[in-house]
């Protein structure tokens, strides 16, 4: 079925990275569904020959009153951390957790079209947060067995960063990717699920298949995080945090950022990466806020691909960046799962967590011993791709993207209040600058109100 994969629908759509990455692979978009106001004329602008469907609540009857047509793939990430038993079964007062459930009414009601034609059912795939595999209402679950019709939901303790789920109608695979390992220096763990009918394989797109293990798996050391972040830091070829580009000093704090959130360069909300100064540069011994052109590339789109227009409001742009894709993990999942250039993979029976009559399910984690081979089912590639935050710096900034000295203060007064650790040379630049006046730190009534000004441009 996947390499016959010629059009596709997206929900949820922002900035859209579906087409972003399926177009050029010859993959014809047929309609988006989109209602937030920067990324809907974000559309109309990037992608005026593709129809926005708007509320994606509307899609399933549209589709069954045969107004819009079904596509071979459909792609989308709704929120699913509200999806719950009783919404399973009876609806949800949760807009977040309805649109989850709409997913699978999209979904269904294209199949039903399709199977109606005499075709196969569509696949699909869904891109979250991997909080959702740790959510305590059991959301993954919830999603899963809604995918797969069942009457009653899987429940799992806690589940896998990678399995698989064959059930009576639909195949499924799922697997956490990290984008830092796909060529751009972004710390960005995402959870990627694929499926369609009993003639897909999407274990085959998803995982992979080698006959040694890669590093960071081979160094011995007893932690696996520990092998992943050594590795990545002895594998950028040691290369320094500071560079002089076009004439500017330049320092940052570590080789890769943090992930992106869409409330980035709107706020101060003190959360981690404020004090290991990974969403943070150093240009000319002041510190500033990344741009939205360096999001961009953080997040693998091209320069200025969300600047549309002159009244254009950077904080738009950022909202609309930190709640998009990893173009690079999207492309490799795509491209694999269009041209099938792939070998088949065998999941291990060791792997099996369950099985019946209505699914087997397998439970997969980093690299999976099958036979004369190894299952690669970690957050890399065998071909992965490593970057620096020094690869994204653009030296063109507005005044406007530095720190004030109050907003410098504001973050050092936060760690000092929460006795937070904070990276040694972001303290040394932040207090230079406010001129390390010591009175700054302790006024907080002049600085808790500038400090959620101070770090937003409009």
């Known amino acids: 079925m996947a390499n016959n994969i010629k059009t596709f629908g997206s929900v949820c759509s922002g900035i ?26 974000f559309l109309a602008t990037k992608y005026p020959h593709i129809p926005n469907l708007g509320d994606m609540n509307d899609i399933p009857q549209m589709i069954l009153d045969g107004k819009i047509n079904v596509p071979d793939l459909l792609c989308g990430g709704t929120p699913c951390q509200a999806f719950s038993l009783a919404g399973w079964k009876n609806g949800l007062n949760d807009h977040r957790g309805q649109l989850t459930l709409k997913y699978i009414d999209i979904l269904n009601a294209i199949d039903k079209t399709r199977i109606a034609k005499g075709q196969s059912r569509s696949c699909f795939m869904w891109e979250n947060v991997e909080g959702v595999l740790k959510d305590k209402t059991n959301a993954f679950g919830y999603f899963i067995s809604g995918l797969l019709n069942l009457d009653e939901p899987i429940y799992c303790k806690k589940w896998p960063v990678a399995g698989a789920i064959f059930g009576k109608e639909r195949n499924i695979a799922w697997r956490v990717l990290d984008a830092k390992y796909f060529g751009v220096p972004q710390q960005r763990k995402r959870l990627y699920v694929l499926g369609g009918g009993k003639d897909f394989n999407p274990s085959d797109i998803l995982f992979e298949v080698g006959d040694n293990l890669p590093d960071p798996y081979s160094l011995s050391f007893k932690s696996a995080s520990a092998q992943r972040s050594l590795f990545y830091e002895d594998s950028v070829e040691e290369r320094p945090l500071t560079a002089t580009i076009n004439g500017h000093s330049i320092e940052v704090f570590r080789q890769y950022s943090d992930c992106l959130y869409a409330a980035y360069g709107t706020k101060w909300n003190g959360n981690a990466a404020s004090f290991n100064g990974s969403l943070f540069v150093c240009q000319n011994s002041r510190v500033r806020r990344l741009t939205p052109r360096e999001c961009e590339r953080l997040m693998g789109f091209p320069d200025d691909y969300t600047n549309i227009g002159p009244n254009v409001r950077v904080t738009n742009r950022y909202q609309a960046i930190g709640n998009s894709w990893a173009v690079p993990v999207v492309s490799w999942i795509l491209t694999r799962m269009i041209r099938q250039e792939l070998n088949s993979v065998t999941l291990p029976t060791l792997s099996i967590k369950h099985s019946d009559s209505n699914y087997t399910i397998y439970h997969l984690d980093g690299f999976v011993k099958c036979g004369d081979f190894w299952l690669n089912a970690s957050s890399y590639p065998y071909d992965y791709k490593l970057a620096h935050m020094i690869d994204v710096v653009d030296t063109e900034v507005a005044e406007k993207f530095f720190l004030s000295p109050a907003g410098c203060a504001g973050i050092v007064r936060r760690k000092i209040e929460r006795n937070s650790g904070i990276n040694e040379r972001l303290e040394f630049h932040l207090r230079n600058g406010f001129n390390n006046d010591e009175s700054l730190l302790f006024k907080q009534k002049e600085i808790m109100p500038i400090s959620h000004t101070c770090l937003s441009v409009c």
Do not use: N
Request: charged share 25%; proline share 12%; net charge negative.
């Open 16 to 41: 859209e990275a579906a087409s972003f990455v399926l177009e050029p692979l010859g993959v014809t978009p047929l309609w988006l569904s989109e209602i937030a106001e920067f990324p809907k004329r």
